[in-house]
């Protein structure tokens, strides 16, 4: 029986992801969920209090978000030796150029991103606390060891930055062009990728090894 109820559970969330990458978010509803995954839409309300107990189960799927160890593998950055120091800039522009492809290739955590822009929601919510430990991670796991000079708000560079990947992507899914660039091509792609390198460069290219810069890179 218990074996049953996860088995329904997990179909319920599924049913979420597949409206989210299918329809987009306004098609998500305790209705349409509940079509979706094929059960009454009681059970919606008995397993997770209803759509937004549901959204913040959706936000803990492990595959709904890039992992630290998914970009650092996907940026080609050595997680044992990812702290030793060296300049922030060689770490970061790869590093966001990973979080973005790994981004692209999840349409249900795009869907999440455009949802959370135009609304505030129960798994903008949830996914903003997964986001924020994600960046923690990130702050852990790689940024020890480089340091920050003390007049640059490396925080909010990177709050820029990560905002415009998201939104950026959050485009490339709906297959239109911003500012003349046709996001969804490979060249297209490949110019944005390009300038974030610059734009890190430019914003972090002086800094160097030394002492822990303390900084919450978090997406979110």
């Known amino acids: 029986m218990a074996r049953d109820k996860e088995r329904t559970k997990d179909r319920i969330i599924d049913a979420v992801g597949g409206l989210l ?15 979706a995954a094929g059960v009454d839409k009681v059970l919606i309300y008995r397993y997770f209090g209803g759509l937004a107990g549901l959204l913040e189960a959706v936000a803990e799927v492990p595959d709904l978000w ?3 160890d998914e970009v650092l593998a996907e940026a080609g950055i050595d997680a044992g030796r990812s702290g030793e120091g060296g300049a922030l800039a060689e770490v970061v522009a790869p590093l966001l150029v990973a979080y973005m492809r790994l981004l692209g290739r999840r349409p249900a955590a ?22 924020s430990a994600w960046g923690n991670e990130v702050a852990g796991q790689v940024f020890r ?17 990560l905002a415009a990947a998201d939104h950026l992507m959050a485009l490339a899914r709906q297959g239109v062009s911003f500012n003349g660039i046709q996001l969804r091509s490979n060249d297209g ?3 944005i990728e390009d300038a974030v390198a610059v734009l890190v460069l430019g914003a972090l290219g ?11 890179p978090g997406p979110g």
């Open 110 to 131: 795009l869907e999440a991103v455009a949802w959370g822009v135009a609304e505030r929601n129960p798994l903008s919510d949830a996914l903003a606390r997964r986001r």
């Open 206 to 216: 002086g800094v160097t090894s030394g002492a822990n810069p303390g900084v919450r």
């Open 145 to 161: 060891g480089r340091k920050a000079p003390a007049e640059r708000d490396i925080q909010a560079v990177l709050c820029v930055l």
């Open 66 to 68: 890039p992992t630290v």
């Open 21 to 35: 990458t299918q329809s987009g978010f306004r098609a998500v509803g305790v209705n349409a969920v509940a079509e």
């Open 189 to 191: 792609l490949r110019r």
